[in-house]
Nanobody, 122 residues
């Protein structure tokens, strides 16, 4: 297992940007694919973005692919989600997760952080 802690959430106006970070400890984080998911009130947790263990392969949800980017930190113990052109629909708790392979499915990720709140005001 790997322990994950998200940070960087907050309140931002529509059109603004945030950079979410995920810090890992425990087993070697760089061996795992890493994903970002989000959950809005009353809705199921949904896929946002994912990046492979080596970093070159990424996938994004259609709703964010032109606005969000995902990357690993140089130390390989962090991962980041840059979110731009924020919309009110982006309001949610954002979770990072680690899994054995790149995937868009919640069930494919075995370790989860506690989440960070992103609130977009119009």
């Amino acid at each position: 297992q790997v322990q994950l802690v998200e940070s960087g959430g907050g309140l931002v106006q529509a059109g603004g940007s945030l950079r979410l970070s995920c810090a890992a400890s425990g087993r070697t984080f760089s061996n795992y694919a890493m994903g970002w998911f989000r959950q809005a009130p009353g809705k199921e947790r949904e896929f946002v973005a994912t990046i492979s263990g080596g970093g070159p392969i990424t996938r994004f949800a259609a709703s964010v692919k032109d606005r969000f980017t995902i990357a690993r930190g140089n130390a390989k113990t962090t991962a980041h989600l840059q979110i731009n052109s924020l919309k009110s629909d982006d309001t949610a708790i954002y979770y990072c997760a680690a899994g054995r392979g790149i995937s868009i499915l919640v069930s494919d990720f075995h370790s989860w952080g506690q989440g960070t709140q992103v609130t977009v005001s119009s």
